[in-house]
Structures are given as C-alpha cells and as structure tokens.
C-alpha cells in the first residue's frame, strides 16, 4: 500500500530555517516525481515544488524559489525539502505527494498528484 509520512514541521522564528522529510512506502519513490504542497488556514492547497524521478527537473513556486530547496534520496525512500529564510506567510500544513514520473510545467495544481501524505505543521512566528 502506498503510504507517505510527512515529519520535521514545528515552530520556527522568521528567518530561520526547517527540513521537512517524506518517507515514502509501497512504491519505490524512484519511479515517480514527487512534490510538496501547502496549504494555510482560508486558503487553497498550492504547489510548492516538484522533483521528477532523475532530479534534473524541478519546480519551484515563486515565492519559495532561491528559499526552498527540494531533493530527493532514492536509496532512503525519502525526499526532503530545505526551507530557509522563512517568513510568517510560509505557515501552512505541507504535504508531500507523488505523480507521475515527471513534474508538470507551467502550473502546480493539487490534480496532479495521485497520493497524499497526512501533513506537518510548518509555523513561523516571533
């Protein structure tokens, strides 16, 4: 069965920085793109980033990009995302999720996904 575990979120001063891991099982996470989204309270799930199955293409939000890094580490099953230089507008619950074996382009839209992880609390204040 196909399942993915979000774990890292927590609390963080703006400014500071936070890696948020997904474990991926009943599937080798080799075999498909995998993403991040997010989603605050009053708000729709949005993309956040994707990483397709050989690492060479990514997308990245453009409030995120040059912020957020994503990667990916097939022996492990697990993928990462590297979130400095955070901002209060960065609170959200982040999910990971998987695709296809390729990112999409131009746009991010939660229908690209076939699984969802549960997701972790990301909170950045003073």
């Known amino acids: 069965q196909v399942q993915l575990v979000e774990s890292g979120g927590g609390l963080v001063q703006p400014g500071g920085s936070l890696r948020l891991s997904c474990a991926a099982s009943g599937f080798t996470l080799a075999s498909s793109a995998i993403g991040w989204f997010r989603q605050a309270p009053g708000k729709e799930r949005e993309g956040v980033s994707c990483?397709?199955?050989?690492?060479?293409?990514?997308y990245y939000a453009h409030s995120v990009k040059g912020r957020f890094t994503i990667s990916r580490d097939n022996a492990k099953n697990t993928m990462y995302l590297q979130m400095n230089s955070l901002k209060p507008d960065d609170t959200a619950v982040y999910y990971c999720?998987?695709?296809?074996?390729?990112?999409?382009?131009?746009?991010?839209?939660?229908?690209?996904?076939?699984?969802w992880g549960q997701g972790t609390q990301v909170t950045v204040s003073s």
């Open positions: 990483i397709d199955i050989s690492g060479g293409s990514t």
């Open positions: 999720a998987k695709g296809g074996p390729w990112c999409p382009t131009g746009t991010y839209p939660p229908s690209w996904t076939d699984y």
